[in-house]
């Protein structure tokens, strides 16, 4: 046996394979892990396949060490990923911190589950998606991407990957059981049809090199541990060399770039994916399983006379704000189904600043909306 | 002021990042005499000092990778080892040294500590203990002695400690010893032997810590905690880490402990890669490579 | 400690000139050079350095046995043995 390259082909595989199947074509040679359902398939593949591509598995102890181990090997310059689900994600999350803080590119993966704790472990859940957002201590900017499909948590871990060595940043994937767990056909191409981005590497020698000296971006070039750089990185508030600064004006013009890394690059992080939006009455705005839900719904709202447009969420993280305010000033509702009590719903709300209604169809979790419930709900914000 | 500290040079400067010194330990604090025997037998194993990477965790000790000219990583309480097995895993050519403080390896980090010892991930851990949680003013830990006083032990530390030469050789260590910061020779020797072997290595370094805990327990300067080193330890390579337990104001024994052979995590993936790639070759028998009860 | 070797006496060994240099402003005042000193090169000076300690400073006319371990027991790279440098000019 030799070593395998990436597949190519189609294939009948469910979300979990796919996702581990797009990080080895996005160039992904290292994956740290621990079992959680519904998570525990990409671990899975991963310890079958990555070894087969001359990657590295390596099971951890718990998730903390996964999340560093991960980072430990993008520093090495290897692109590296996890992937978990709700406690898990909750476990990573300081040193999801320490990533953003060190801007450590790699792929975070939650397979979202019903919580909280414990929660229904074989079962879909949307309600972690505030905490993608916020769930580290401290302010900072992250980029989260929702697949809804096999085939589209494919191409999106790639993305994921390309997003996270272009912004020096780690990259959430928030999928869920559903999409996870279903199978269907997934479409890989040949290795020539996949663009990868490559992480951004210093021009200057190593006694000019400051660590964390942006570019016009606002992104530092990254050395490698290795290189003959000799830097030094810190989860303290630092300055361009990389050195603690213990002081308040250190700390704002970090956290400033932190934040503005993301938001300046918003045109270019945040895809949406749109359907009859224009001149629409009612917008059904949803993300993940829940997107394909809504589609049902959507089509038969319309066979009943309803202009209604679907918004499907691709990026969740940045949040499309500019989109959403624009929109508000031309529909009469956004509709917004997701699987919990209401998180992208206050997105949405907030964003509509009241020039439209936001009507959230929620679902406790432990399975998918009934597309009833949705369409009840599109039929009303018509009315 | 910083111009007239650096007009004055030291040898060791080439290999501290200058800019950074005076460091912000306290007087009398041992991590300063720590860092100068790990840099001189780092000096000494003749590494390619490009190829060094150390990590710490959170707390004084952890400052010291703040302190050394080379690829460097600060990381969170408690992980600095997981983050060095993804460097090391991931860039198998780096020799990555963990530089972190009991209460950091130790308590919240203890999971990790036994797991790379038991998979003797190749990594060489140099864990400062002074017995207490210095940065945060001194409060207990896992290896705070019996009966100490500390901020939140006012009457005495109800805790036993962990033997940490004990705990890391039972979890898989291939070589262990502990010295103080007064041994600072057979310190150096012990860093280069632990850099140059293969495998999970960690030497504990005892040190003062004047500020907090000498000072709640009647050590209140850094040279009455050097002085207690040099009446009360005793050099005993080879002792077993069962019998090295360490009580308030009792023996503390040093040495060098456990140096065995064992197949390296590196060793065990290589073999995994050999079955794959070439099933039909016979599997190797590791059993005579495993090390004998210390 | 227990001691494996027997200690030169003074006068057995051939004094030489003192070569400790001490990097002033580094010093913090520990104390240890002149604990573990076994020839009492080392004392305490009156003057004050920047940061407020009283440094350290080497007597040139003791029996200084260049055994290292004033600079491998300071805790602030603030002692090294070898040819003395002429103190740095200070503003």
């Not at chain 1, 209401?342 to 209604?357: F, M, P």
């Not at chain 2, 007239?4 to 005076?22: C, F, G, S, V």
């Not at chain 2, 100490?148 to 260590?173: D, H, K, M, Q």
């Amino acid at each position: 046996m030799t070593k395998s390259k990436p597949l190519t082909g189609e294939f009948f595989m469910n979300g979990d394979v796919a996702c581990a199947e797009g990080a080895i074509s996005a160039g992904c040679r290292f994956f740290a892990g621990y079992p959680i359902t519904p998570a525990t398939e990409i671990a899975e593949r991963m310890s079958l396949r990555l070894p087969r591509v001359g990657g590295i598995y390596t099971q951890m102890e718990d998730e903390m060490a996964s999340m560093n181990a991960i980072l430990g090997a993008s520093w090495a310059g290897v692109k590296a990923m996890t992937a978990t689900s709700g406690p898990g994600f909750s476990l990573m999350m300081e040193n999801l911190g320490l990533g953003i803080m060190l801007e450590t590119p790699c792929v975070v993966v939650n397979m979202q589950r019903a919580g909280p704790s414990t929660g229904l472990p074989t079962l879909v859940g949307q309600g972690d998606m505030m905490q993608a957002r916020w769930g580290s201590h401290g302010c900072y900017g992250i980029i989260a991407l929702s697949p809804s499909s096999p085939q589209e948590i494919y191409e999106l871990t790639i993305k994921a990957f390309n997003l996270s060595e272009k912004y020096r940043t780690p990259v959430l994937i928030m999928s869920d059981e559903v999409v996870g767990h279903m199978s269907e056909k997934v479409v890989i191409p040949p290795p020539e049809g996949i663009t990868l981005f490559p992480r951004r590497k210093p021009n200057v020698p190593p006694e000019q090199y400051l660590p964390y000296a942006p570019d016009a971006d606002l992104v530092p070039p990254m050395a490698n541990a290795g290189e003959g750089y000799r830097f030094h990185v810190t989860g303290l508030t630092h300055d361009e060399r990389g050195y603690p600064v213990m002081n308040a004006e250190a700390q704002d013009k970090l956290v400033r770039r932190l934040v503005q890394k993301i938001e300046r690059n918003k045109e270019d992080i945040i895809q949406i994916d749109e359907d009859g939006v224009d001149g629409a009455d009612v917008v059904v705005c949803s993300y993940g399983i829940s997107a394909r839900v809504s589609q049902f719904a959507v089509e038969r709202a319309r066979q009943e006379g309803i202009r209604t447009g679907m918004l499907k969420l691709v990026t969740v993280w940045p949040f499309p704000e500019e989109r959403i305010r624009k929109l508000a000033r031309r529909v009469k509702a956004f509709v917004v189904p997701e699987i919990n009590y209401g998180q992208i719903a206050l997105e949405v709300e907030r964003c509509a600043g009241g020039a439209a209604d936001t009507v959230l169809v929620p679902h406790m979790g432990g399975s998918i909306h009934r597309p009833e419930s949705i369409l009840d709900a599109i039929r009303k914000a018509a009315r | 002021m910083n111009q007239a500290i650096l007009e004055q040079k030291h040898p060791m400067d080439a290999y501290l990042r200058e800019d950074r010194i005076p460091h912000i330990w306290c007087p009398g604090c041992g991590l300063g005499i720590i860092l100068h025997s790990f840099l001189r037998g780092l000096l000494k194993s003749g590494l390619p000092l490009d190829k060094v990477a150390v990590v710490s965790g959170i707390g004084c000790t952890g400052r010291a990778a703040g302190y050394v000219k080379l690829d460097s990583f600060h990381t969170t309480h408690g992980r600095a080892i997981p983050f060095a097995t993804g460097l090391k895993l991931a860039k198998p050519e780096l020799k990555v040294v963990v530089f972190s403080g009991d209460g950091d390896l130790v308590a919240i980090g203890g999971n990790h500590l036994i797991h790379a010892a038991r998979r003797n991930v190749d990594m060489t851990v140099i864990c400062v203990n002074n017995f207490n949680y210095g940065m945060t003013g001194g409060q207990l830990g896992p290896t705070t002695p019996l009966m100490a006083r500390t901020p939140t032990s006012p009457y005495g530390n109800p805790e036993p400690p962990f033997n940490i030469p004990y705990l890391v050789a039972a979890s898989g260590a291939v070589y262990v010893a502990r010295w103080t910061a007064m041994h600072v020779r057979w310190l150096e020797k012990s860093v280069s032997e632990a850099l140059l072997k293969r495998g999970f290595s960690l030497v504990e370094v005892i040190s003062p810590c004047p500020t907090v805990y000498g000072n709640m327990n009647r050590q209140p300067t850094g040279l009455d905690q050097m002085r207690y080193y040099r009446e009360k330890s005793v050099v005993r390579n080879g002792a077993n880490p069962k019998n090295v337990d360490i009580s308030l104001n009792g023996e503390i024994i040093v040495g060098k402990f456990v140096d065995i052979e064992r197949p390296t995590f590196s060793d065990r993936q290589e073999e995994i890669t050999r079955r794959i790639f070439a099933p039909e070759l016979p599997e190797r028998d590791t059993s005579q490579q495993e090390a004998t009860e210390v | 400690m227990k001691h494996t070797g027997k200690k030169p006496e003074p006068g057995q060994v051939k004094p030489s000139r003192c070569q400790v240099n001490i990097l002033k402003e580094r010093c913090k005042g520990c104390l240890f050079c002149i604990e573990f000193c076994p020839r009492q090169v080392l004392h305490e000076s009156p003057e004050f350095n920047r940061k407020g300690y009283h440094p350290v400073y080497a007597d040139s006319n003791s029996d200084c046995l260049k055994c290292g371990l004033c600079e491998l027991l300071c805790p602030e790279f603030a002692i090294h043995i070898g040819p003395v440098e002429e103190e740095a000019a200070h503003d």
